[in-house]
């Protein structure tokens, strides 16, 4: 990458749906965290942080839109750790908001770190996270000299953006035709995130081990089929024709050789139709059986196959984001009716033995729309999150039964989230209902003394609209309020529109293309320069809107040609500083105009 460029990189293939499927309720972010011996000494997490982010510069991003495709850009935003007091897995991708995809916060003993899947995936958080710990731990006790982690030397920064879905796909290889059956979906309303139930259990690993070991499976499947099982219970007869599946990711790094600390993950489905055998003997064979079949890697690479070439194919690349931002989210939720739950896995964390004194345990969990299941391994323990979106906790309740059955000892850990007041949220909602109401009481109010005063409604249509288009600009504005640049070049297109539709139906006198138009246009190119000072952006935050505010000052000049200007004099000077503005960029920013649009227009 050049100097003065911003480093950015593509989406990888298993996250190009994330953006667009994300929202406040489901946010696609998942916490991991450490849970330590002693309280969290904030000025040393923070410390410890920017020590890490120097080994990990692949964090320090942003996402961006295209013309075509997400992207992720560098930023130089200082990431701050801060003492938890929002909801767990809350929303760290906002559109239109300039910040991180991640987030460090602490609580009493606890280091959280929360990602936005688009991001990293389990395997990449685990690497940040446990660099983090260690950078905290050796400030926390410099006289212990404690060692550095393996996973310190793994990779460059180079090996850390690698997209290893390009690198691996093969057009020669066939992608994956089988169609999945539809899955029981879990029956019941679903909760706000803020309400999402989260339940911990830690388990010996020595215990769970020997009976796994005991049923001839790993631990994985003893627990993938108790998960199976107890949501079966939840499931009414009416329903249970259909069978029950867990979508479990897997971490393609075990088949594909691959430092990136990018999304490099896929997925199997298994499942069972317990219409044929509830037995639990009889469903941890099926499901072992499931997982050899799914688990090879000629099978795994069809599965990337798959999805790699969808990306890759011509025709999709060169539709818009815009539109095939509905295919996309369309596929997701076709894809989802084969699966009832997530079940993932991350694996074991180590640490040399030196670190064990300090460390009590990990956990992990995510965020959802419906339910899922997390685990990980630290020493002799292996902590389940469960995280559901369910008003009622009943298959966790069956988990923790299956457990009493099979003898196996738990603690089921009690949550200890500080969580937050909502009340700014709520005064924020609430500004815009009472905003809402006062528009349409306008409108009633105007009909009334309409009807009472002239017995008939005639100046009331043009009252009614007046309120319409008024908040109609409002909503707009409110709603890009984060990114200001996109909110006037939207405002421009709109008001304009609006203006040329009240001039049409007031008889067409002109005065929307001989005035709004070009002094709407001329203000959005002088206020751009203003806004850049005071908000301090950077020439990828300004340069592509620049360029269409050039755009729309240019319109006149059409409008001229084709004689709909009467009064041509703003539209002249309009024309003339729009094409002093193109003749700047391109003479005095050329290359970074021009690399900006090669990043937007990426097909």
């Given amino acids: 990458m050049k100097e003065g460029y911003s480093n950015w990189r593509k989406l990888d293939n298993a996250a190009l749906a994330f953006p667009l499927v994300t929202g406040k309720n489901d946010t ?50 200082r990431p701050i750790v801060k003492e938890e007091k929002k909801p767990p897995c809350s929303r760290l991708y906002i559109p239109d908001k300039k910040n ?5 916060s602490y609580y009493e003993k606890r280091i959280n770190f929360e ?13 940040f996270l446990q660099e983090l710990v260690s950078n905290y731990l050796k400030k926390a006790h410099p006289k212990q000299d404690l060692p550095s982690l393996p996973v310190t030397d793994m990779s460059t920064p180079g090996d850390q953006e690698e ?8 057009s020669d290889i066939p992608g994956n035709s089988e169609k999945k059956p539809r899955a029981v979906r879990l029956p019941g309303e679903r909760l706000l995130h803020e309400d999402m139930h989260i339940t911990e259990i830690v388990l010996p690993v020595k215990e769970l081990h020997a009976k796994a070991k005991e049923y001839g499976v790993s631990i994985t499947i003893l627990i993938t089929a108790m998960f199976l099982c107890s949501i079966h219970e939840e499931i009414p007869k009416s329903r249970q024709n259909r069978p029950i599946a867990l979508m479990v990711p897997v971490n393609l790094r075990n088949y594909f050789p691959s430092q ?83 079940y993932s896995n991350i694996g074991i964390l180590r640490f040399p033995k030196e670190y064990n004194q300090y460390i009590d345990r990990f956990g992990i969990f995510a965020s959802t729309n419906s339910m899922q299941l997390c685990s ?34 738990y603690t089921e850990k009690t949550n200890n989230f500080p969580g937050c007041s909502l009340k700014e949220k709520k005064e924020e909602q609430r500004i815009v209902q009472v905003f809402n109401f006062v528009c349409i009481a306008a409108a009633i109010l105007c009909g009334m003394i309409n009807y009472l005063t002239r017995e008939k409604l005639d100046w009331f249509w043009f009252a009614a609209a007046g309120c319409l288009c008024g908040w109609l600009i409002v909503a ?23 203006a040329v539709l009240w001039d049409k139906y007031t008889g067409w006198h002109g005065w929307s293309l001989d005035f709004v138009l070009p002094f709407g246009a001329l203000a959005v190119l002088g206020s751009i320069p203003v806004i850049v000072k005071v908000q301090k952006l950077e020439k990828e935050e300004y340069l592509f809107y620049l360029v269409q505010a050039a755009f729309a000052g240019l319109v006149p000049l059409i409008l001229m040609f ?42």
Wanted: charged share 20%; hydrophobic share 45%; aromatic share 14%.
């Fill in 476 to 498: 707009v504005a409110y709603a890009k309020r984060r990114n200001i640049l996109k909110n006037e070049i939207i405002q421009l297109i709109l008001v304009t529109v609006i």
């Fill in 163 to 170: 997209d290893s879905f390009s690198q691996y796909y093969s």
């Fill in 376 to 409: 990980c391994s630290y020493e002799n323990e292996m902590v389940l999150g469960f995280t559901s979106k369910l008003p009622k906790d009943n298959i966790q309740r069956n988990f923790l039964n299956m457990l009493k059955k099979e003898e196996i000892p």
């Fill in 28 to 77: 696609r972010v998942f916490r991991f965290y450490c849970e330590l011996k002693e309280n969290v000494k904030p000025e040393l997490l923070q410390a410890a942080l920017e020590k890490t982010m120097e080994k990990y510069p692949l964090f320090q991003m942003v996402l961006r839109k295209g013309l075509f495709w997400f992207y992720l850009e560098h930023r130089d935003i």
């Fill in 260 to 342: 990136s600390m990018a999304n490099f993950f896929g997925w199997i489905e298994v499942g069972h139709d317990f219409s044929q055998t509830s037995d639990f003997t009889e469903i941890l064979a099926h499901v072992k059986e499931q997982f050899a079949a799914e688990l090879v890697e000629e099978k795994i690479a069809r599965h990337m196959n798959s999805y790699v070439r969808l990306e890759k194919n011509p025709v999709i690349r060169a539709v818009p984001l815009e539109i095939k931002k509905y295919f996309l989210m369309l596929g997701a939720n076709l894809s989802s009716r084969s699966i009832t739950a997530v």
């Fill in 100 to 104: 991180l995809l991640f987030q460090v």
């Fill in 562 to 603: 084709l004689h709909l200007i009467r009064f041509p004099y703003p539209s002249v000077v309009c024309t003339g500083i729009s094409l002093l503005v193109f003749a700047g960029m391109f003479i005095f920013n050329s290359n970074d105009t021009i690399w900006e649009f090669h990043k937007k227009l990426r097909m």
């Fill in 115 to 127: 990602v936005f899947h688009a991001l990293t995936d389990g395997t990449g958080a685990m690497h």
